[in-house]
């Protein structure tokens, strides 16, 4: 991260000096993240339609 930051810090040195028409951001530093909050769907209750039973094979 240090390094970045001398890097940034050297570019806005150069274009300072050199009069260039560029312009750096500032980089914002990302916020903590909190976990989200889970929800569960409400349940849906499924009808199950009964299959005919298998026939067995007779030997």
Same mark, same amino acid.
């Given at each position: ?28 530093? !990302? +916020? %903590? &993240? /909190? @976990?989200? *909050? #889970?929800? =569960? !769907? +409400? %349940? &849906? /209750? @499924?009808? *199950? #339609?009964? =299959? ?8």
């Amino acid at each position: 991260m240090a390094a970045l930051e001398a890097s940034v810090a050297k570019a806005k040195e150069t274009r300072r000096a050199s009069g260039g028409p560029g312009t750096l951001h500032e980089i914002p530093k !990302p +916020a %903590k &993240k /909190t @976990a989200a *909050k #889970k929800t =569960t !769907p +409400a %349940k &849906k /209750t @499924a009808s *199950k #339609k009964k =299959t005919a039973p298998r026939r067995r094979k007779s030997a």
